[in-house]
């Protein structure tokens, strides 16, 4: 008997690439698809495997949709990975970003309890919930929580729901705490792609600047298409537990910026950046930095695209989706 899996999120960064890695593993995918007017499917598409999952209807706000969707494949695996997920916009949609990622998450939960309670779940935790907090330069599962955004309030609550269903129903619930995982994939709003994209601009001539907001934060960025053996590997343990995937290194938003324009071959990068106020956050998280050895010596899991390699492979392939626009006028 196949395994089967079901993904939420299964349009944004990390959904296809996990769904690509379990088709390698000849699991059969269902993914979540909430009612869009116009839903796009290039993500799926770019990973050619766009006709090889089946999409089902449901949202993380409408706990009947996931009762349904639940009950009828009653799935292996659960992997929730669909989230208001852009920081910035927190602030704007507080309500809506708790709706989705905190009572969803529960409505999830519920679902999964009340009708496969032996499917094993996944939930995309963040290293946002650390926010201000990093005692000697780093975070670990130990680290207290201290968030800085709406965003990540309603992440601590999925959390801790998640560990709570875990204590008190003897489910198999695990959370993997991600630090920031970048791809080709990454949407446009968030820092690096919008760099790449904007240094592809640059290099070939159609833009002449990018605008940005704090270039000081620091980030631990890794590979998103690492990051999901992860998540994998987390539901193939003997018991359930949560844990940290980074790369154990932090680069600050100037450092990526000039590594993008170093791997177009340019070194006066300044002259490119314009800062707009509007980009800054009303509270920062100004340095994140993992520490991975939970997840080294149990999991056996380690990161395998480093910095500079991830920015040439985003720049490289912003690089490309212009190249092949122009030659198609
Ligand atoms: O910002 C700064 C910004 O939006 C990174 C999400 O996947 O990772 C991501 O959250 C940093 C911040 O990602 C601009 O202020 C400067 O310090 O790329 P970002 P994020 O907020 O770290 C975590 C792990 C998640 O869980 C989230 O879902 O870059 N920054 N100038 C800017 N950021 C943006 N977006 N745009 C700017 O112009």
């Not at 996944?122 to 965003?151: C, I």
Request: glycine share 6%; proline share 5%.
């Amino acid at each position: 008997m196949k395994k089967s899996a079901l993904i939420t999120g299964i349009l944004g960064q990390d959904g296809p690439y996990l769904a690509k890695f379990l088709l390698e593993k000849d699991y059969k995918i269902y993914g979540l698809l909430r009612r869009y007017s116009n839903p796009s499917f290039v993500n799926p598409e770019y990973l050619g495997i766009q006709d090889q999952i089946e999409y089902v209807d449901g949202d993380l706000t409408d706990e009947s949709s996931l009762i349904n969707v639940i009950k009828s494949i009653r799935p292996d695996e659960v992997y929730n990975l669909a989230a208001q997920s852009f920081v910035g916009a927190s602030w704007q949609q507080a309500k809506l970003t708790t709706e989705v990622n905190a009572v969803g998450v529960l409505s999830l939960l519920n679902a999964v309890k009340f009708f496969s309670p032996t499917s094993k779940f996944y939930q995309a935790s963040t290293s946002e919930m650390f926010g201000l907090s990093n005692s000697d330069g780093f975070q670990d599962e130990n680290t207290p929580f201290h968030p800085r955004s709406p965003y990540g309030i309603s992440k601590v609550y999925a959390y801790w729901m998640t560990v709570n269903f875990r204590e008190s129903y003897n489910m198999f619930t695990c959370n993997g705490i991600l630090f920031n995982h970048e791809s080709p994939l990454r949407g446009i709003q968030f820092v690096t792609r919008k760099i790449t994209d904007g240094v592809a601009q640059i290099k070939l001539g159609l833009a002449d600047h990018i605008i940005l907001g704090n270039l000081e934060p620091k980030r631990d960025w890794g590979f998103a298409g690492d990051y999901v053996e992860a998540m994998y590997l987390m539901l193939q343990q003997d018991e359930p537990d949560d844990f940290v995937i980074a790369t154990g290194e932090t680069h600050s938003v100037s450092e990526f910026v000039e590594a993008a324009f170093a791997a177009v071959g340019i070194s006066n990068w300044k002259q490119y950046i314009k800062i707009d106020p509007r980009y800054k956050r009303p509270a920062e998280v100004p340095h994140l930095r993992g520490r991975v050895d939970k997840a080294r010596k149990k999991l056996g899991w380690k990161p395998k695209v480093a910095f500079e390699e991830l920015v040439k492979i985003m720049v490289e392939a912003d690089i490309a989706r212009y190249t092949i626009k122009k030659s198609f006028g």
